[in-house]
């Protein structure tokens, strides 16, 4: 039997699981290895937004911020 693919969404909470929940609930904030499991979870979300702030470019996902042929109105003063 083949697995079926999982959705982005999916995907993404099994890393956060991963990445963020399990080595947060591991440890107990009265002993000394909180401030490096608390390094560790930072890295790894910012690893995973340049992820995927790269496969966005790489994409082409970026949306004009006017359409074509877009005039802004002229100011007068009054």
């Known amino acids: 039997m083949s697995e079926q693919k999982q959705s982005f969404m999916q995907q993404l909470d099994l890393w956060t699981e991963d990445n963020i929940l399990r080595p ?25 937004v340049l992820e995927s702030y790269h496969n966005g470019k790489a994409a082409g996902a970026g949306v004009k911020s006017q359409p074509q042929g877009f005039r802004p109105r002229r100011q007068f003063s009054k």
């Open 24 to 48: 947060l609930f591991g440890t107990d904030p009265n002993q000394n290895d909180w401030q490096g499991v608390e390094e560790q979870v930072k890295k790894a979300i910012r690893t995973k």
